[in-house]
Nanobody
């Protein structure tokens, strides 16, 4: 599986942005997927994940209630809708996929990674 993230950009605090991650390969619909982010000078951290069917989701406490992860298996695409953005959300966002049906925040459980897309939130 190859993953291509897009949708990053510059947004003011309080604004919204939607990231997309397009996947190649016919097996995408059987994989759990997730989003991670890495802020300047910090380690990469988990943001959100969603099961292969879309029926289960999991969020980091820092984004719960503000971000929504979703997927469209017919389009081989996953999304991260981000609202009420804060300057501390500034980071490079990465999408990742796992051959497991559901994964959470452990990076080691993800098998495939996309390149990042930069999100910058100005105050």
């Amino acid at each position: 599986v190859q993953l291509q993230a897009s949708g990053g950009g510059l947004v003011q605090a309080g604004g919204s942005l939607r990231l997309s991650c397009a996947a190649s390969g016919r097996t995408f619909s059987s994989y759990a997927v997730g989003w991670f982010r890495q802020a300047p000078g910090k380690e990469r951290e988990f943001v959100a994940s969603i099961s292969w069917s879309g029926g289960n989701t999991y969020y980091a406490d820092s984004v719960k209630g503000r971000f929504t992860i979703s997927r469209d298996n017919a389009k081989n695409t996953m999304y991260l809708q981000m609202t009420i953005l804060k300057p501390e959300d500034t980071a490079v966002y990465y999408c990742a996929a796992s051959t497991a049906k559901m994964v959470r925040d452990d990076e080691i459980t993800y098998d495939y990674w996309g390149q990042g897309t930069l999100v910058t939130v100005s105050s």
